[in-house]
C-alpha cells in the first residue's frame, strides 16, 4: 500500500460522489458513464491537507493521482520546479516502468485526490483507452520539456 493508502486507509467516499469528482476532471471529461461506474469502482477519493509529501523522489511508487481540487508543487531539482493543479495527474512513470518515483509532489492547498493503486492502473487505462493517449501525451511533453532544461 502507497503513501496515501497507509495515510487515509479508513476513508471512504461512495460510487455516486467519485462520479460526480470524475465528471468534473478534464482528462475524464470523454468518458461514458459506464466508464465512469468502473474508474469509481477502482479509485479513492483521498482529501490531504496542505504540506501534505505526496510522493517522493527515488522511493517506490503504488498509486497514480488525479487532482480534483487544489494545487501541487513538483520538483526535480532545485532549478526544476513547477505547479500541477485540478485536471493534471502524476505518478503514472512509476507505474508504467516500475522504477521509483522521478520527482517530490507535496500539496501547495488543502488537495481533494482520485488515487488508483498499481493494481488497478491498467485496468483503467483499458477501460478508458483515450486516457492512455493522454497519459502518453503527457509524459512525451514531461521528457521533452526536461531535455529542453537540460540542453538549454
Do not use: Y
Not at 482528462?27 to 461514458?32: G, K, M, P, R, T
Not at 505547479?83 to 507535496?106: C, H, Q, T, W, Y
Request: proline share 5%.
Amino acid at each position: 500500500m502507497g503513501l496515501i493508502g497507509r495515510m487515509f486507509e479508513g476513508f471512504r467516499v461512495g460510487r455516486d460522489e467519485k462520479i460526480r469528482h470524475l465528471e468534473r476532471v478534464p482528462i475524464l471529461e470523454d468518458c461514458s458513464m459506464r466508464q465512469l461506474r468502473a474508474i469509481a469502482d477502482i479509485c479513492k477519493v483521498v482529501e490531504v491537507p496542505a504540506r501534505t509529501q505526496l510522493t517522493r523522489m527515488g522511493e517506490p511508487g503504488d498509486e497514480f493521482f488525479i487532482i480534483i481540487d487544489g494545487t501541487a508543487l513538483v520538483t526535480i531539482s532545485p532549478q526544476r520546479r513547477g505547479r500541477i493543479k485540478p485536471g493534471e495527474f502524476f505518478g503514472e512513470m512509476s507505474l508504467i516502468d516500475g522504477e521509483p518515483r522521478s520527482a517530490n509532489v507535496k500539496a501547495e492547498t488543502d488537495m481533494r485526490l482520485l488515487v488508483i493503486e498499481r493494481s488497478h492502473f491498467w485496468a483503467l487505462l483499458r477501460e478508458v483507452p483515450e486516457l492512455t493517449e493522454k497519459v502518453l501525451l503527457t509524459l512525451s511533453r514531461r521528457v521533452r520539456n526536461l531535455q529542453r532544461s537540460l540542453l538549454g
